[in-house]
């Protein structure tokens, strides 16, 4: 990279370390620390939450598939879209948890379910959340030693000093820099700011990849890259593509209703809305929050399958296959494919443009991973085994030595495991070991009075033991022939199966009114009036807005309505007269080319409404939390079955 992109690249760091400074005075309690003392609004929440999901490694998982399956997982997608919309506008399971006040989902299962399954799904949620989070660091590393070119190793008066762990000691010392700093204040403020960045950026590169490339010459290139069954423009034609097929969609179809909030890589944001009318508009506008990194994940690929297989680009691509033979490990090669032909392809400025994004994708996923599974481990395992609270100040003593404590597990995983599959299974199996019994114990705690103790307990063991018996598998026998994504959904219909078999034959019921703080339980909170007439019925009446409402609020309620739906649509009638009569390769490019268009216009209008809304929501968190000093009893230990500060201790 040139001096101007390093410049770009070194500028960014030292701007959020200023923002970190500044905010740190705000972070004075546990509940500032953990939650932001729920202050957040439904932009700031829903920019900062989809940043910390970005991800650096998110990006170059998707690049792996898109590689590898060219357009077609982007219409297999569209089949998610009914799941989102419903999820999002009923505001399944994150309007009830915000109703409970928890600020960890250990929290609330103790609420529901009490302290030994607390600690039971915290210590599960803590060792399938640290596997998961264990590559990221190797992964980001390798990333940023390939683009920017860097060497294998440094001499420092005589010693040789690999580059890869140094790179990343660096990017894991900046993560934990603003976690330790503010907390969940510091890590959703500066999220924010990289989000509105990595948008404004990333639409730039994407007008910069489509005048690179001529139509025809991309429509021919594709078509000659899939034989019969392969195909990387026709959905319909591609059966036989391993892996990110229509199954891997189905699966996720199902989970995104089963596993709702269940993973707790951002745990926090599922807290920190400042009133659960907030969180669930959060949801909604997160329909719209993809509008730009769903699309540069399809057209980096493309563009480099074009760079490899194209004729317009030669020079490049053979620079770039020079670089990608050095590259040992098969599968880290097809992870930093796309990568490095874009650090071919990029020029001066935008190179270093793009390093940034990839930077503040790492930071922003990075330090919200480490503060999750760092305060899981304390507020779930530690705080709830020792049987009484701890005061404010060793509380945060003990959050931060926690999440030190991950980012070292992080690096020596990273240092030492050697990856054996696609990045995106490797999640699916990693997150089986929690995901596949935790779905069972949310929906059926806070959606029916009938759930147990004991079918939680069930269903948690049932999906740890498949979960656990797929990572051992998988990691001795890299051709076992189920992947991650199959292992997963065998976790995920055994546990839900075995929660309801264990909990009806109970015949046990549980004051799910008092736990939601409906009715009169709302005077148990510090603001009654974000509780009360909040019920409503798990029905098709849940998708119409409620009184809680105002007029723009049901403007874009009924907007994501409309433009999820007729996408859906689209969706269903082409598949249907495709399996009458298969469409041709043209047709789809058509296809193609205006999903693509589309999906530009709602790029750029989405970015200028969200830093507009997040501007906003940014200077009235500030303002709460300079009015509002935090209760020092919210500290997320439950007492006598209620959250502390609502207890008669904190009254």
């Known amino acids: 990279m040139s001096l101007l992109d390093w410049t770009i690249l070194g500028t960014f760091p030292v701007v959020l370390i200023v923002v970190a400074l500044l905010l740190r005075k705000y972070t004075t309690s546990v509940a500032e620390f953990l939650s932001a003392n729920r202050s ?60 409970t006040r928890a600020m960890t989902l250990g929290q609330f299962f103790e609420l529901r379910y009490g302290r030994r399954f607390r600690i039971f799904a915290g210590m599960l949620a803590f060792t399938s959340g640290i596997i998961n989070y264990g590559i990221f660091p190797a992964v980001t590393a390798r990333f940023f030693i390939y683009f920017c070119g860097l060497p294998e190793g440094i001499s420092v008066e005589g010693f040789a000093i690999p580059t890869f762990p140094v790179v990343m000691i660096v990017l894991l010392s900046l993560a934990l820099a603003f976690t330790l700093s503010g907390g969940q204040i510091v890590i959703m403020v500066t999220d924010f700011i990289q989000a509105q960045f990595i948008n404004i950026v990333l639409v730039v590169v994407l007008i910069y990849l489509v005048l690179q490339f001529n139509l025809i010459d991309v429509k021919q290139t594709m078509q000659s890259l899939g034989p019969s069954g392969e195909s990387k423009i026709n959905p319909f034609d591609a059966g036989e593509v391993k892996h990110f097929n229509a199954f891997f969609f189905m699966v ?13 890589g951002g745990q926090a944001y599922n807290a920190s809305a400042r009133s659960p009318h907030e969180a669930r508009m959060g949801k909604v506008l997160a329909q719209w929050r993809t509008a730009v990194t769903s699309l540069l994940p399809i057209f980096l690929p493309i563009a480099a399958l074009m760079v490899l297989h194209g004729t317009s680009h030669q020079a490049e691509a053979e620079s770039a296959r020079a670089a990608l033979e ?3 490990n098969g599968q880290v090669r097809e992870q930093l494919t796309t990568p490095v032909i874009m650090r071919e392809l990029l020029p001066v400025g935008l190179l270093g443009l793009f390093a940034t994004v990839m930077f503040a994708s790492a930071i922003s996923t990075d330090n919200t991973y480490l503060h999750s599974w760092g305060s899981i481990l304390i507020q779930d395992v530690i705080v709830p085994l020792r049987g009484k609270p701890l005061s404010p100040k060793v509380h945060l003593i003990a959050l931060r030595l926690s999440i ?40 059926g705690g806070l959606y029916t009075r009938r759930g147990t103790t004991a079918g939680a307990f069930a269903s948690m063991i049932t999906g740890a033991i498949i979960g656990c018996g797929g990572i051992i598998t998988k990691q001795v026998n890299p051709d076992f022939p189920f992947d991650g994504q199959q292992m997963l959904f065998a976790a995920m219909v055994t546990s839900l199966s075995i929660y309801f078999i264990v909990s009806l034959a109970q015949r046990k019921h549980f004051n799910l009114d008092r736990m939601l703080h409906r009715g009169e339980y709302a005077e148990l909170t510090p603001h009654p009036e974000n509780y009360r007439n909040t019920k409503f019925k798990l029905n098709w009446a849940a998708l119409r807005p409620g009184k809680d409402f105002n007029i723009r609020d049901r403007v874009v309620f009924y907007l994501t309505i409309a433009w999820s739906m ?69 500290d997320g230990t439950v007492s006598d079955g209620l959250n502390r500060d609502e207890s008669p201790e904190g009254k």
């Open 566 to 634: 007729s996408l859906f649509s689209a969706f269903v009638i082409i598949s249907i007269m495709n399996i009458h009569e298969r469409w041709s390769d043209d047709w789809w490019f058509s296809y193609w080319k205006i999903y693509l268009g589309i999906g530009m216009l709602k790029a750029v209008v989405v970015t200028i409404w969200f830093l507009i809304g997040g501007t906003i929501n940014l200077r009235q968190m500030l303002a709460i939390l300079r009015s509002t000093k935090a209760n020092p009893l919210d």
């Open 252 to 264: 996720n179809l199902f989970g995104a209703f089963y596993w709702t909030m269940a993973w707790q």
């Open 40 to 99: 957040a609004g439904r932009y700031l929440l829903t920019m900062a939450e989809g940043a910390s999901g970005t991800g650096a490694i998110n990006l170059i998982a998707y690049f792996e598939m898109y590689f590898l399956a060219g357009f077609v997982p982007a219409f297999w997608h569209l089949m998610l879209l009914p799941a989102a919309l419903i999820i999002s506008t009923t505001g399944w399971v994150i309007y009830r948890y915000r109703q």
């Open 404 to 443: 030190c404590g991950v980012a070292i597990f992080a690096f020596f995983f990273s240092l030492f495991f050697q990856q054996t599959q696609y990045i995106l299974l490797f999640f699916s199996l990693t997150g089986a070991l929690f995901l596949g019994g935790a779905g069972a114990a949310i929906i």
């Open 326 to 328: 050095t590259i040992t």
